[in-house]
């Protein structure tokens, strides 16, 4: 234990040394020394400072380089740097101690994969733009773990890092090796079916669920998605992109697109839409509060407060003109503190963020209005 605190130690006084803010081993699908994808067992966000030392320990006493002058770090790691690495971790070893720390959990798995695996050694040390396919997997992690929540993580760059695969099953193939080995994979018969080809994997090829998340079709959430637990993902028209989620139960037959988050206890009926930051949102991500409600094949286009409801086939956009009468703008402005100046003609925009709520169209006259919800949204717990 002491030569366990003291290597932690001397590592933690070098003179670049940086803790980082996550890091961990993966293991790593390539293509002639391109990687494809990288799958983490254990991911450490802000913890686990000792293990990281060790592991910087494995890696120098091995000969191999260390920078931290980077933003993220990237390094292969091979038999010697296990054997390291359980040298130090000895105190830990033991089966009912080392149960309990995952790092030591994977080294133990390492050794006994680490000829049938590509193995990689990951940290991050500034949230900067992804520079790595294996930094860009370890933040999307981050995200379907929720250990981060969307929005609070850079992910510039993912895309340019990320190479449009073709998935078989969760396994990646590259479209180059597809294409130079096509005749010899269809002759034989040993063409993979493919799934679909993109940069990211599904969510469920990479997290285990809480027990009470549904979700129905795999395609329907991509991974680096932020799914709550007591959420349930339906078929059809339902999705949720990378960095957007729900932060609480939810019910989700909708559509909640890339930066996009949905609030506890909130429905999105079939069909609807929330637009993300790449659908003409001007860059500004929208939030939808709990407890609301968007109806069949609505759009929503501002970020709504709590209890707020969007009819079905209802656009509510920045620059929707909404009708507020005098009655209903009063009993807005009551549980809002005033927010809203005296008239009743207001652009979307201006209702941004208010709890209450009830987006309709006035059935005689065909104008879009605003009034205030009486309607409580409840979401059916035997279904969460």
Sequence with gaps: MEQFKSRVKNIEELKDYKQPIAFGIANVDSYKNKSLQASFPVVNYKENYGSFAIFVSALLENN????????EFVANIDINFINTAIKYFEPFMNESYGDKHKNIQVIKAL???IDTGNFKFVAIFEDNAVQSVESAYLKL???SLKKVK???INLDGV???LPNVAWSGGKPYSLDYLRENEIVLKMSGNYPHIDYVDKFPRYLSHIIPEDNTRILESSKVRFGAYVSAGTTVMPGASYINFNAGTL????VEGRISSSAIVGNGTDLGGG???LGVLSGTDGNPISVGENCLLGVNSVCGIPLGDGCIIDAG???LAGSKMYISNADLGKINEINNNALEEKTLFKGVELSGLNGLHFRIDSQSGQMVAKRSTREIKLNKSLH
């Design 111 to 113: 050794l006994e994969n």
């Design 248 to 251: 609480g139960v939810a019910m």
């Design 314 to 316: 209802i656009s509510v």
């Design 159 to 161: 895309f340019g890092a």
């Design 141 to 143: 992690h981050l995200l």
């Design 150 to 152: 969307p929005r609070e």
């Design 272 to 274: 609807s839409s929330i």
């Design 64 to 71: 191999q380089d260390m920078d931290f002058s980077g933003s």
